[in-house]
Each structure stands twice: as structure tokens, then as C-alpha cells.
């Protein structure tokens, strides 16, 4: 399968990712996962998957969920459940995926995203999609390192609270969906440092945003 660009295992009973589960897939471009039962995602199983292409990946509609934030320099593994659930598993030479280009985490259980989740994949990520879970809050810690992300879409959640440095690092962003939550305000340094924001969507809230 070294020339394989496509692979759906969409709507199966996996449960888990072994480590390099898809080594050696190198050409791959899409990778769905998504409508399985998976309950931690484990990026050793990403080692040698799509290397000499830009790789999307397909969680939506698993099992993911986050209870609590856990900080990795005390655990040797970050677990987040449910019934149990988002699991990282880490290591002192864990690899940096910087072929991964655009994460899709919808339509899961997430309510939090531990401080350094996102760690393996900020080199390069640039499409996040976090829609339709029961996130409450984002602050820079979840997704502060990632600098190069141009698209993040956290509509259909539970927010509250945005803090004003969410996004400063973030500063080649390009869309921000926001709608459907539970806000009540928006800082007005939100996105004082994007020059190259195009799209932002606050539909559905009763407040007056002031840019």
C-alpha cells in the first residue's frame, strides 16, 4: 500500500490505536476514523504515516471525552475519560508530526484540552475542528503554541469564557467559528494580533460584540 492516498476505516468498532498502527503508508493524504469507538488518541500510532504528504485526520464521532486537565511533566501519559477516554500517550523522545495539517475532533465528549495536548502536531497544524463537543473554556494554554493554525472551529460547545491571549501566537489566522455557545462577552484584544483574520462567526448570542 505504499502508493495508498486514501483510507477510510469510517464506521468500524475500533477501539484503539497500536503504535505505527499505519507505518510506512507514507503517500497517505486522508485518514477516517471517524463513527468508531475510539477512546484515546495515541500519535505514535501516526509514526511514518503520510511523510511525504500534508495529512488529514478524521476523529469525529468516537468516544473522545476530557474531564480534567492533567499536566504531562508529572504523568508519563495523559488520560482523559469518559467511560474512559482521551488518552495521550507520551514518552521523552516522543516524535513531532509536523505532516499532520488538519485534526478533526468533532461530535465527541471533549469538555477540556489538557495544557500540552497539542504538542506533537504545532509545528505545522493549520485546520483544527473541535465543533459539537462540551468544551467550557479555551485559554492559550490548549491551543497557544499552535502558530501556524489558520482555521479553528469550536462552535456548538458550551462556552463561557474566552481568555484575551487565546489566540496570540496564532497570528496567521485566517477563521475562527465561535457560534453557538454560551458566551456572554468577547474580549476586545481577542484577535489584535491577527493581520490575516478574513471570517469570524459569532451567530446566535444575545450580546453586542465590539471590535
Given at each position: 500500500?505504499?502508493?495508498?492516498?486514501?483510507?477510510?476505516?469510517?464506521?468500524?468498532?475500533?477501539?484503539?490505536?497500536?503504535?505505527?498502527?499505519?507505518?510506512?503508508?507514507?503517500?497517505?493524504?486522508?485518514?477516517?476514523?471517524?463513527?468508531?469507538?475510539?477512546?484515546?488518541?495515541?500519535?505514535?500510532?501516526?509514526?511514518s504515516i503520510g511523510t511525504l504528504s500534508h495529512l488529514t485526520i478524521d476523529l469525529s464521532h468516537n468516544n473522545l471525552q476530557v474531564k480534567r486537565k492533567i499536566h504531562s511533566s508529572i504523568l508519563s501519559h495523559i488520560s482523559i475519560y469518559p467511560k474512559q477516554a482521551l488518552r495521550v500517550n507520551r514518552s521523552n523522545s516522543y516524535p513531532i508530526h509536523s505532516n499532520i495539517m488538519h485534526?478533526?475532533?468533532?461530535?465527541?465528549?471533549?469538555?477540556?484540552?489538557?495544557?500540552t495536548f497539542f504538542e506533537p502536531v504545532e509545528s505545522d497544524l493549520k485546520v483544527l475542528n473541535l465543533s459539537s463537543n462540551i468544551v467550557e473554556e479555551i485559554s492559550p494554554d490548549d491551543v497557544g503554541q499552535l502558530r501556524r493554525l489558520r482555521c479553528i472551529d469550536v462552535s456548538r460547545?458550551?462556552?463561557?469564557?474566552?481568555?484575551?491571549?487565546?489566540?496570540?501566537?496564532?497570528?496567521?489566522?485566517q477563521s475562527v467559528y465561535l457560534h453557538d455557545n454560551r458566551l456572554e462577552e468577547v474580549p476586545q484584544t481577542l484577535f489584535s494580533s491577527q493581520n490575516y483574520l478574513q471570517f469570524v462567526d459569532f451567530s446566535r448570542y444575545d450580546f453586542k460584540v465590539k471590535f
Amino acid at each position: 500500500m505504499k502508493r495508498l492516498l486514501h483510507l477510510s476505516l469510517e464506521g468500524n468498532r475500533i477501539e484503539r490505536l497500536e503504535d505505527e498502527t499505519f507505518q510506512n503508508i507514507h503517500r497517505l493524504q486522508t485518514l477516517n476514523l471517524a463513527y468508531n469507538r475510539i477512546s484515546s488518541v495515541n500519535f505514535a500510532a501516526f509514526d511514518s504515516i503520510g511523510t511525504l504528504s500534508h495529512l488529514t485526520i478524521d476523529l469525529s464521532h468516537n468516544n473522545l471525552q476530557v474531564k480534567r486537565k492533567i499536566h504531562s511533566s508529572i504523568l508519563s501519559h495523559i488520560s482523559i475519560y469518559p467511560k474512559q477516554a482521551l488518552r495521550v500517550n507520551r514518552s521523552n523522545s516522543y516524535p513531532i508530526h509536523s505532516n499532520i495539517m488538519h485534526m478533526d475532533l468533532s461530535h465527541n465528549n471533549i469538555s477540556m484540552i489538557e495544557v500540552t495536548f497539542f504538542e506533537p502536531v504545532e509545528s505545522d497544524l493549520k485546520v483544527l475542528n473541535l465543533s459539537s463537543n462540551i468544551v467550557e473554556e479555551i485559554s492559550p494554554d490548549d491551543v497557544g503554541q499552535l502558530r501556524r493554525l489558520r482555521c479553528i472551529d469550536v462552535s456548538r460547545n458550551r462556552l463561557r469564557l474566552i481568555e484575551p491571549t487565546t489566540f496570540m501566537a496564532a497570528r496567521r489566522l485566517q477563521s475562527v467559528y465561535l457560534h453557538d455557545n454560551r458566551l456572554e462577552e468577547v474580549p476586545q484584544t481577542l484577535f489584535s494580533s491577527q493581520n490575516y483574520l478574513q471570517f469570524v462567526d459569532f451567530s446566535r448570542y444575545d450580546f453586542k460584540v465590539k471590535f
